[in-house]
């Protein structure tokens, strides 16, 4: 069982900015996608960003411009700026090989992002 860590979560208020970091073994930092999903209250779990091992990376259309993920040494990390309230969610970390599809893996607990005034 891979262990993923959160952190990084909390309350901001609209405009502000936050860093989410996901900590794991050594080994997980092989895996060819890491990525950060969120999950709304009576929404389903949406990809947000995503680190492909070549150093690509991929983001959802809500987010672009606003969110970057970046990898440094055993985190990888999400970077959140201009939130806004309907980024408020429950942020997962997870990371997969690459035959393995989107949505599955391996998954930290979460952290709790809200953004009010």
């Known amino acids: 069982q891979v262990e993923l860590v959160e952190s990084g979560g909390g309350l901001v208020q609209p405009g502000g900015s936050l860093t989410l970091a996901c900590a794991g073994p050594g080994n997980i930092f092989h895996m060819h996608y890491m990525g950060w999903y969120r999950q709304a209250p009576g929404k389903q779990r949406e990809l947000v960003a995503t680190?492909?091992?070549?150093?690509y990376s991929e983001y959802a259309l809500s987010v672009k411009g606003r969110f970057l993920i970046s990898r440094d040494k055993n985190t990888v990390n999400l970077q959140m700026n201009s939130l806004q309230p309907e980024d408020t969610a429950v942020y997962y970390c997870?990371?997969?090989?690459?035959?393995?599809?989107?949505?599955?893996?391996?998954w930290g607990q979460g952290t709790q992002v809200t953004v009010s005034a």
């Open positions: 997870n990371a997969r090989p690459l035959e393995v599809p989107s949505g599955q893996g391996y």
């Open positions: 680190y492909i091992r070549s150093g």
